[in-house]
């Protein structure tokens, strides 16, 4: 195999709650990740060196701090595989949306490049490898819907109902950096056990502050909820809604202001990453 083409799908975080800091400065955290059948696309093609270069159909994301590069460079450094690749990154997801395309994108490589260079590493491994560099890269690499704890990595598989959801994301890039250090972040919610996540009510304790200090995501959910009950992912600043079918949720997409993006997605029980590496077999 010289080639491999692989998704990378998006993620919802059909709740998120923040139950303390911690002293490294991390926050404990327990949400509900549902993967999506959406996502960016990645194409691996092997080298005749070991050189790992990357291009993009966003010139800016080609640069040494992308986490395709990071995670391709981790793996061959931890497996001292002398082979490289060129990757190729369709980014489709919008950055800077709490929908995880960033992490996804370095899992895939992981996942892919395993693959590719026949390294027979793990899942668990993998994961291990994917948590240096970011803590929803586990989710990723692992495929499945999940209830997080830890700082996410922490999971625990827990199939959903597979619903119709149209995410939208305002014009606007939040820093979920700047989110985890302010002052006003709710820090405090009380931890809740796996047996009680479908019982207990959902929020996002980030999107208060986050409709605060970006006032055109409380705009965004305003007009989301004329359609249906809605909420933030992540830290923003795509927000989504659940809806009974695709056409209502396409209705409501055709009325999307020209300057917001937005997709309709089926949520997913397991990411199509498997399903496509299963088709190489």
Request: hydrophobic share 40%; glycine share 8%; proline share 6%.
């Amino acid at each position: 195999m010289k080639h491999l083409t692989l998704p990378a799908v998006a993620k919802l975080n059909l709740f998120l709650h923040i139950t303390d800091r911690r002293p490294d400065g991390y926050h404990n955290l327990q949400t509900l990740f549902q993967l999506l059948d959406v996502g960016d696309e990645l194409t691996f093609t092997l080298r005749q060196d070991d050189e790992i270069r990357l291009d993009c159909n966003n010139s800016e994301l080609i640069n040494e701090q992308n986490l395709v590069l990071r995670a391709a460079r981790l793996l061959q450094q931890y497996s001292n595989c002398t082979q490289g690749c060129d990757i190729y990154l369709d980014k489709r997801l919008p950055m800077g949306g709490g929908l995880g395309g960033g992490s996804s994108d370095a899992a895939t490589t992981l996942l892919g490049l395993n693959k590719l260079w026949q390294l027979n590493l793990t899942t668990d491994t993998l994961a291990g490898l994917g948590l240096k560099l970011g803590a929803d890269i586990p989710l990723f690499v692992r495929g499945y819907t999940a209830f997080a704890e830890g700082v996410g990595e922490k999971l625990q598989p827990l199939p959903m109902a597979e619903k119709v959801y149209l995410v939208v994301t305002p014009d606007c890039h939040i820093s979920t950096a700047e989110i985890f250090q302010h002052p006003d972040l709710t820090r405090n919610t009380p931890i809740i056990s796996f047996d009680q996540v479908l019982t207990t009510p959902w929020h996002n304790d980030c999107q208060p502050l986050v409709e605060q200090l970006y006032p055109i995501v409380a705009i965004t959910l305003q007009w989301l909820v004329e359609y249906a009950p809605c909420q933030m992912t992540g830290t923003g600043a795509s927000v989504f809604a659940a809806f009974p079918d695709q056409t209502s949720a396409q209705h409501a997409l055709a009325q999307l202001p020209p300057s917001w993006r937005g997709f309709i997605a089926k949520g997913v029980n397991q990411s199509p990453v498997w399903a496509a590496l299963a088709d190489t077999e």
